[in-house]
């Protein structure tokens, strides 16, 4: 029988097993989920041999483990190597989940008529690369297999993969392919699959100003010392011009210009502005002057302050002036950004801002290079024609706001494109509360992978 | 015996009671400390039917009760009426203390060599109003009360005092007296003794700003949606101009301006900035051009942000762009500011400077009066009497930086000037952990109120 029908007659039983990875809450980010996070690596490893991959191994590494597998045919044929993550974002704030985090349920939303999982991790990335497993399974039992493959699956992207470099460059020989294929962003909708080529790179900083060396009496110092709080959001503030230019010097040094034929083609995608800011509750959007909506998420770099914490945050008022102030700043970058190069920018830029009162302290957490895929490569055809087999249409090339930094480690140290062959919508609340992921998308993610196998081995032909 | 030698050979059990009332935690800004706020209070009770107050009761309110005894020698003679409080602030930051908050301990420091007590509240205000029921105690035990005394300690001065105003109105009668007397303040040193003449007001705010109806993904909406934190950061950075004045229409309308005489007067009394800067370890102070350390903690009006919170604040990186951004504003007030109509003022502002692609919420928490009390009444001439007494010099007249909205409330309800007499240094950590109370400061003040009875009846003639 077809890989179509055979997930439909395992439809039950490929979302229970989802629903048992997605029962492990394996937090990277926060070490008191240590245990959860070997826990799901060993969820992974088990799943490849059941499901009929070879030498199967938990690559230990300094931080969690590298789940490997693979299956050789023939060695003539074209390998892909099947990159994913089995860690997840942190859950918190808990308050504001329907249902707990950890606890998947199937629910319908306007976007997912036909149900979707809501569980944190269930479209980043456990939903997304628990697909490779079952369209491997599936042309396994099939008999059906026309390309060899290799699965990476790391612990520590939520993280910054950073022990993922090392691993690579260690395991050349072993890692050798033809193809990355991931599964870890998201298509413009089911009715307009598309597939990205483009992602922006990352640079994490934490910072911490510190203004008397203890809590004050806001009565009794205020006005006289320097209030961290206050100092910290003049130097936010003063990040961004007012034409919400970021204002560091030398960061737009490197970021691409593109021809107006390119924007007029990334404009030209389907998108609804109204529908975005509804689907947002916002009455306005806010970015850079000069750039539409989806140039702003897809060509422009960008500076968010991601949390930020200081004096008394508890009930009722406490009349303090605290000592210290904190944030954590990430700036998402765009091709030739170079995320080393920028975040020393930020910390050289930070530190000349602070007012003598003040001292500052600037932790950069990590970051990712950006990375841009052709669409005239064997990998990108194959995608496009597994997406016209099985959604009846083209696939729609874009450009994403997220990172993926492995995309460049995998091009510089294996010399291998990446196929981001996501099926997410970007309404799915990844790193949000309620996050959830479409069965449909699911079961067509995993029909649609096969596909691809069979229309890479051609197109490598 | 003297009074001097009462305190002297009762010193210990003065000492060792305020420790058993330091060890209840009547944090009144936090519910969970409800109970505890009930026992300090009735505590208060026990300890003033013991030093020999009559009709002493709890009198409920809506939220803690106030403390009320009296002591009625001779209706013809004058009155004094205490005023103190006995919950205390929050003790967090935890972390940050060298003992426990609530386990009071003796240790030495640089200002106070014979040794000081180390817990919440050991200042302000309970190591402060317990001296008033100690120097009651000592002059009841002599023989030698000199005037009628009420005691009025309540139990929410922490957060406004919101219920005392209507205690008040509702009994004047009742509360009839010639003076207050508090001891809730600072003086500048034992070697300088000093009475508090000014005080500063407080309108006390906290905002909340919303920007997408959920947490986001940054990477997937950064730069295109706005972030609250960094919107609250250039709203509230926007609240000072580059010389430190507040920018918010209409605040300084009121503001009194004083005279260079008055201006030099206040910067005359002793006040060493290398000390102070190195006290805090702050390479410099930072505040409002154009006026000195003194003035712009006495005579001038400040905006401080006492807590800010907002997106992932916990272990390593979440790339998030938050829902929401909170913040605590307090604005500290001088003479003739009104506390209501400058908490309208921010609230329209902070409102109308906010973009079109975020909502914001304000509210005020809790506020007071700015106070100034003249030098030239029988209270002042005691308490500057009784210091003379006590520490062989005259008292220098300060204006402070904190708040005692009360002080007003007994102006304009009872028509009594409030004589601010306090014993504690502006160095013994108030609101901040390791908060201290010197010993000799704690016995040194127990004399000295108790002379300023005396003096006060001799002044009244």
Redesign the interface.
């Known amino acids: 029988m077809s890989i179509k029908s055979y997930v439909q007659s395992h439809r039950d039983r490929f979302i229970g097993e989802l629903f048992e990875l997605l029962r492990i809450p394996s937090v990277?980010?926060?070490?008191k989920f240590s245990k959860d996070v070997f826990a799901a690596a060993d969820f992974v490893k088990k799943s490849l041999e059941k499901a009929g991959a070879d030498s199967v191994e938990l690559c230990l590494t300094d931080g969690y483990p590298i789940v490997y597998g693979e299956k050789t045919i023939d060695p003539a044929l074209p390998t892909v190597l099947v990159y994913g993550h089995y860690d997840v974002?942190?859950a918190?704030?808990y308050e504001?989940w329907d249902s707990p985090p950890f606890e998947p349920v199937v629910k319908t939303t306007a976007r997912h008529p036909e149900g979707a999982i809501f569980a944190r991790g269930s479209a980043?990335d456990k939903g997304q690369f628990y697909m490779h497993v079952k369209a491997f399974e599936a042309m396994m039992a099939e008999g059906s297999l026309p390309c060899n493959v290799k699965f990476m699956i790391e612990g520590e992207e939520?993280?910054?993969s950073s022990n993922l470099d090392g691993f690579v460059k260690a395991n050349k020989e072993k890692l050798k392919a033809d193809v990355v294929l991931v599964s870890d962003t998201?298509m413009i909708s089911l009715e307009h699959p598309s597939v990205t080529v483009g992602l922006?790179g990352?640079a994490?900083m934490?910072v911490e100003v510190t203004?008397?060396?203890?809590?004050?009496?806001?009565?009794?110092?205020?006005?006289?010392?320097?209030?961290p709080?206050?100092?910290?959001?003049?130097m936010?503030?003063?990040l961004?011009d007012e034409n919400n230019h970021i204002t560091i010097p030398g960061f737009y040094d490197k970021v691409e210009e593109y021809s107006q034929a390119y924007r007029k083609a990334l404009n030209d995608a389907p998108f609804d502005l109204d529908a975005y800011k509804k689907e947002?509750?916002?009455?306005?959007?806010?970015?850079?002057k000069g750039y539409t909506?989806v140039e702003?998420?897809g060509i422009?770099?960008?500076?968010?302050?991601?949390?930020?914490?200081?004096?008394?945050?508890?009930?009722?008022?406490?009349?303090?002036?605290?000592s210290k102030?904190?944030?954590?700043i990430?700036m998402?970058l765009v091709p030739n950004q170079d995320y080393q190069e920028i975040a020393t920018l930020f910390e050289n830029h930070f530190k000349a801002i602070a007012?003598?009162?003040?001292k500052v302290k600037v932790i950069p957490?990590?970051g990712g290079a950006p990375a841009v895929v052709s669409t005239d490569t064997p990998g990108y055809r194959a995608a496009d024609l597994a997406i016209q087999e099985a959604f009846g249409k083209k696939a729609i090339p874009t450009r994403?706001?997220?990172?993926i930094p492995i995309c460049a480690l995998f091009q510089n140290e294996l010399g291998l494109d990446s196929i981001l062959l996501g099926f997410g919508l970007?309404t799915d609340?990844?790193?949000?509360?309620?996050e959830h992921y479409g069965i449909k998308n699911y079961l067509m993610g995993i029909e649609t992978i096969a596909l691809f196998f069979k229309h890479f081995k051609e197109q490598v032909k």
Do not use: M
């Open positions: 990277s980010a926060d070490p974002q942190p918190d704030p504001l980043d939520e993280v910054g998201h922006r990352l994490y934490q203004g008397p060396n203890r809590d004050l009496h806001s009565g009794t110092y205020g006005g006289a010392v320097a209030n709080v206050n100092i910290l959001c003049k936010i503030a003063s961004h947002l509750d916002i009455a306005d959007v806010h970015g850079e909506t702003r998420i422009r770099p960008t500076l968010d302050v991601n949390g930020i914490w200081g004096g008394y945050t508890g009930e009722g008022a406490k009349t303090v002036l605290p102030a904190f944030a954590k990430s998402r007012p003598a009162s003040v957490h990590h994403e706001g997220g990172s970007d609340a990844l790193h949000s509360p309620n």
